[in-house]
């Protein structure tokens, strides 16, 4: 077995359900025991292990001067949506720590350090916003925000990642750390259908944001309230749910409700109150934009309708990133002119982009399904990956 057979294989238990289905959730057990087998990788390998201040973790493979300068970082996430794919961020992890097994097999040493990260709470799945460990790393969102970003059971960031040891006073940008870096390269499956060779390079990530819809009503008897005196906020969000499907139609973007919540969640109660998620993304900011401001609309005559309140929050927003396009050229050019192409996936790289030359690597997707237990690739398209990964670091920090 080749060793990035043997590291996918001890990963791919983690966190998995009956389904096929994985949730690694930000310091939760299975994304604890992810941090555990990357350690322990690290380890093995006699990597210098560092999780910094944020919580993001990173193995270092130091040049023989010991200098931590001009670092080249690659690597992924480890952490899952709910009912996620395997590949998604671990492939690049796995890649990652495969291709510093391949250089040294073949006697490249590195004349600059090359680091292996596994970003924190990529997904966004337990605290709401997406790519929190980068967006706090290079300052993205303000710590103190962060801090008070609560998940599904009202725990709050800072209290959970302090008692994991971390200190929520001492979150936010790095400067020393994103000083050492020179570029970040992340491996990553697609997420569509559009690559039709084993990799690709890519050129851009689209605009995509998350607003969360909380409709207030009141509670009371499903038998014993008359129609003309409810106040019930189910009507109104599923009148946001179509308006969402309309607006995305019309403005030539995209727009996803996977996630509601109602309160009491009684079968034969009127809910007091429905919270839902909308992620939108499309080609250009405006057109998203647009179709958020289509949706906040429809909804809140809805809600006026039914005597029901309604507040939209912006939980994140990620404008379009457009990939240092030397690095990128560089990278498809040592590919022997790998396609480049653009996705509508998030990512660690596009929130690093704002203060890094970044580049990606897609590994083709036969289905193009992600998120989802059905996401896949083949074994050959990994090696591949971890073979184009494997040039792509000898060419920017070999000898
Ligand atoms: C992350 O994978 C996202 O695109 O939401
Ligand atoms: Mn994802
Ligand atoms: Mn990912």
Do not use: K
Request: glycine share 12%; proline share 7%.
């Amino acid at each position: 077995m080749t060793s990035f057979q043997e590291m996918w294989a001890a990963l791919l238990p983690v966190g998995r359900a009956a389904d096929g289905g994985y949730r690694r959730f930000a310091w939760t057990p299975a994304e604890l025991e992810c941090r555990a087998w990357f350690a322990d990788e690290a380890r093995r390998r006699g990597l210098e292990l560092e999780q910094d201040r944020n919580g993001n973790l990173f193995a270092w493979w130091l040049p023989a001067d010991g200098t931590r300068d001009e670092a080249v970082l690659t690597g992924s996430h480890l952490d899952s949506v709910p009912g996620g794919g395997a590949f998604d961020g671990p492939l690049g992890v796995v890649s990652a720590f495969a291709a510093v097994d391949l250089l040294r097999e073949r006697g490249v040493r590195p004349a600059r350090p090359i680091g292996i990260a596994a970003f924190a709470e990529e997904e966004g799945a337990r605290f709401g916003v997406a790519c929190l460990g980068s967006r706090l790393l290079t300052g993205a969102i303000p710590p103190e925000r962060a801090r008070g970003l609560r998940d599904r059971d009202g725990r709050a960031f800072g209290d959970v990642i302090a008692e994991h040891g971390l200190d929520p006073e001492a979150i936010g940008p790095d400067e020393d750390l994103l000083g050492r870096v020179r570029c970040h390269v992340e491996l990553h499956v697609e997420q569509g259908r559009a690559l039709t060779v084993p990799v690709g390079v890519a050129s851009a990530i689209v605009p995509h944001g998350r607003w969360r819809f909380a409709f207030t009503g009141e509670g009371n008897h499903a038998g014993t309230t008359r129609l003309e005196d409810r106040r019930d906020p189910m009507p109104p969000f599923a009148r946001m749910v179509l308006a969402a499907r309309e607006a995305a139609v019309r403005n030539g973007t995209l727009t996803t409700v996977g996630r509601v919540e109602t309160v009491p969640g009684g079968v034969n109660a009127i809910p007091s109150a429905v919270t839902a998620w909308l992620d939108g993304r499309g080609p250009a900011d405006d057109a998203v934009r647009r179709t958020v401001a289509e949706v906040e609309r429809e909804a809140s005559a809805a809600a006026r309708e039914h005597g029901v309140a309604v507040e939209v929050t912006e939980e994140s927003y990620s404008p379009v990133v457009a990939f240092d396009t030397a690095l990128r050229d560089r990278v498809a050019a040592v590919l022997g002119g790998a396609p480049v192409l653009p996705t509508g996936a998030g990512h660690d790289a596009g929130i690093l982009a704002a203060r890094l030359p970044t580049a990606m690597l897609f590994v083709r997707n036969p289905t193009g399904v992600s998120h989802a237990p059905a996401e896949h690739a083949e074994p050959e398209d990994c090696l591949a990956g971890v073979e184009a990964l494997t040039a792509v670091l000898t060419d920017l920090a070999g000898a």
